[in-house]
């Protein structure tokens, strides 16, 4: 099953406690507004890139 997530805006705790919800086997899609505002732009771009 895939899973569309967006407007992350660089909260990546919130992220990770989304992501951790979701079943192992999910596809996840990231669109748009994954950086900025938020203090964990860095760690937000990291999870994407890893592959969530």
Not at 8 to 19: A, D, N, R
């Amino acid at each position: 099953m895939h899973y569309v997530i967006g407007d992350v805006h660089g909260h990546f705790e919130t992220l990770k406690t989304l992501v951790d919800e979701l079943p192992t086997e999910a596809t996840l899609v990231f669109v748009g507004d994954l950086v900025d505002r938020g203090k964990q732009s860095a760690q937000v771009v990291k999870f994407v890139k890893d592959g969530g």
